[in-house]
């Protein structure tokens, strides 16, 4: 079984930047699908990124490509979330979550995943 600890949050001003974390504490990433979700105030839990570790396969939400770049530690067990040109509308909770031999499963569905972090803010305001 593996936690997630994200890291990273924080303000930013609009247009700015930040890198989230997520580490694999006490474990490992080999043969996990790890993915990123959001969920801003009254609005549900959308994707954001997920990566494959093994093949280091890389999804995004059609929406968000260009801005976020989501990318592993070549050491670490950590899944990078790369989030350039920031707007108000990024406010969020980011999520990180993990899934173990995911097969074919659906990466961009929160309901695929067992393995969840307590989220990091993130807010987006001048």
């Known amino acids: 079984q593996v936690q997630l600890v994200e890291s990273g949050g924080g303000p930013v001003q609009p247009g700015g930047s930040l890198k989230l974390s997520c580490a694999a504490s006490?474990?490992?990433?080999?043969?996990?699908?790890v993915g990123w979700f959001r969920q801003a105030p009254g609005k549900e839990r959308d994707f954001v990124a997920a990566?494959?570790?093994?093949?280091?396969?890389?999804y995004y939400e059609d929406s968000l490509k260009g801005r976020f770049t989501i990318s592993r530690d070549d050491v670490k067990p950590i899944v990078y979330l790369q989030m350039d040109k920031l707007t108000p509308e990024d406010t969020a909770v980011y999520y990180c979550?993990?899934?173990?031999?995911?097969?074919?499963?659906?990466?961009?569905?929160?309901?695929?995943?067992?393995?969840w972090g307590r989220g990091t803010q993130v807010t987006v305001s001048s």
């Open positions: 979550a993990a899934e173990y031999r995911p097969g074919s499963m659906v990466v961009d569905s929160a309901t695929s995943y067992e393995y």
């Open positions: 006490g474990g490992t990433f080999v043969n996990y699908v």
């Open positions: 990566f494959r570790w093994s093949l280091g396969s890389t």
